[in-house]
């Protein structure tokens, strides 16, 4: 942290940095959300296991760019 910033310009720092996270966690949730929704459509309309799976590895995909998104 900068030793020459104000208490003011700190806590403005802080409150840029909890909105952008509120932003990123607010991406990640919108994301998993809408592939869940689709992917629960997609298995009502074709209930088979290969669809299935398929479904299950594009969960796996959005899981990990969900996790990428709130790590950083």
């Known amino acids: 942290m900068n030793e020459n910033?104000?208490?003011?310009?700190?806590r403005e720092v802080a409150g840029n940095r909890?909105?952008?996270r509120t932003k990123q966690?607010?991406?990640a949730g919108w994301t998993a959300s809408m592939s869940a929704l689709f992917a629960v459509g997609v298995l009502m309309l074709q209930p088979s296991w290969p669809t299935a799976f398929g479904v299950g590895a594009v969960?796996?995909?959005i899981a990990l760019v969900c996790y990428?998104?709130?790590?950083r």
């Open 59 to 61: 969960a796996l995909m």
């Open 18 to 20: 909890e909105t952008e």
């Open 5 to 10: 910033q104000t208490p003011a310009e700190a």
């Open 68 to 71: 990428c998104m709130l790590k």
């Open 25 to 27: 966690v607010t991406v």
